[in-house]
């Protein structure tokens, strides 16, 4: 992953005027790739600065989900606002927006206009409900896509309540949807030559709602509402959590007969392997708790090191429930520079998650993490628009940047 290359997307130009997790998100994921990403801020500031843990004052969240973005303060309620925006937005590719339905339209800065100064945008719209439908004012966050799209109704115990994670899963999958679809709409205006940008209505809560699966499809013809039934799954036996001798937890998971007979032979012998109970997913289901207790008992009598070791001779998939300070020292982690040490010019040298996917020709690069509040005002707003000292200036004391 050494050497010069050209990241694949140098010379986007990507405007992200979003805060916190999933529109920030797919500004990360494009300046990784080689994008001119412009955070702009509320003189405020994004929240996301303050959410989370911090170190010094600085937040950690925000250094990671803005790393390699140039960033500048703008107050978009304002005219003088509107117009600096219109003025970058006139040389930019794409652009992330995830105020409430409205509000840019609002300013006058809503697709038909922004069309109108640069008809080769793309515009990312990044809301809690989408564009259109009787929710589409209302405000949503992460959270509330996880409840909404199903997926906390079917994870956790069977007993417990509905479980929702505590890290931004439904931020993070919008992301990479929208980052998909900014580039589609890119491959679309430039590679397949139609010149014209457009806009993409990305809801937080719909790819979650994709991502969980078949069950839209399972409601409509068996009348299937899928609950929640812990660790297990009612596809396919054993899968499951279990606990080693010296109290560790490993995943397992057995998605083929040939596994499904490795892991009964290791765990129950033979005769758990050739038992006419557990040769079909759906009797392995039926009988869950017999293979799971033939499992259970024969992890929890070993330790974590002889599990993973017999495991892995068996030729069966099998799993760590790591935390991170034992993902820090794991030799598959670091073989593959899974975290990079990125310097800081506030904290130092920092410790991220690495960029993924990796490219063999064109990798990704994370060239610095999150920048101060207004870091690049002077050189964006300045060197690049023009504006003088004293515009900057006068800018500044009226509360616009």
Not at 74 to 101: C, H, M, P, Y
Not at 145 to 164: C, V, W
Not at 205 to 216: A, K, R, S, T
Request: a neutral charge.
């Amino acid at each position: 992953m050494t050497g010069k290359t050209t990241p694949p997307i140098q010379g986007l130009r990507v405007i992200d005027a979003s805060t916190v997790i999933a529109g920030p998100t797919i500004g990360m994921l494009m300046g990784d790739f080689g994008a001119d990403v412009i955070k702009i801020e509320h003189p405020k500031g994004d929240p996301l600065r303050i959410t989370g843990y911090q170190k010094d004052g600085v937040g950690l969240w925000f250094k990671m989900t803005n790393r390699n973005k140039r960033g500048i303060t703008l107050k978009l309620s304002t005219a003088q606002g509107q117009e600096i925006f219109k003025r970058l937005v006139q040389s930019a590719d794409v652009l992330i927006e995830n105020f409430r339905t409205g509000t840019m339209e609002r300013w006058g800065l809503g697709w038909k206009d922004l069309k109108a100064i640069n008809p080769r945008l793309v515009m990312v719209r990044v809301t809690g409900f989408g564009q259109t439908g009787p929710y589409k004012n209302r405000p949503g966050f992460g959270t509330v896509a996880e409840a909404f799209s199903g997926f906390a109704a079917m994870t956790g115990d069977r007993d417990g309540p509905p479980t929702l994670p505590n890290f931004g899963l439904a931020d993070g999958i919008a992301a990479a949807y929208g980052t998909f679809a900014a580039m589609f709409a890119l491959y679309h205006r430039d590679a397949k030559g139609s010149g014209e940008g457009q806009y993409i209505d990305l809801s937080i809560y719909e790819p979650l709602f994709q991502v969980l699966g078949p069950q839209p499809l399972q409601f409509d013809q068996l009348g299937i509402v899928q609950e929640r039934w812990g660790n297990r799954s009612k596809n396919n036996a054993p899968r499951n959590t279990y606990r080693t001798k010296d109290g560790h937890w490993v995943a397992i998971s057995t998605n083929s007969p040939a596994i499904v007979t490795r892991v009964l032979t290791l765990c129950g012998g033979k005769a758990a392997a050739d038992d006419p109970r557990f040769q079909t997913p759906q009797g392995r289901v039926e009988h869950i708790d017999e293979v799971d207790g033939i499992v259970a008992n024969w992890i929890g009598r070993h330790e974590l090191n002889v599990v993973l070791d017999e495991f892995e001779m068996a030729e069966a998939a099998i799993g760590p429930a790591y935390d991170i300070s034992q993902i820090f020292t794991d030799p598959q982690y670091q073989a593959r520079q899974d975290i990079v040490e990125v310097p800081d010019e506030e904290l130092g040298a920092l410790q991220m998650t690495n960029a993924f996917p990796f490219m063999s020709a064109t990798p990704a690069k994370i060239r610095h993490a999150g920048p101060r509040k207004g870091q690049h005002n002077d050189e964006i707003l300045g060197r690049e628009l023009g504006l003088s000292a004293e515009e900057l200036a006068d800018l500044k004391k009226a509360g616009v940047i």
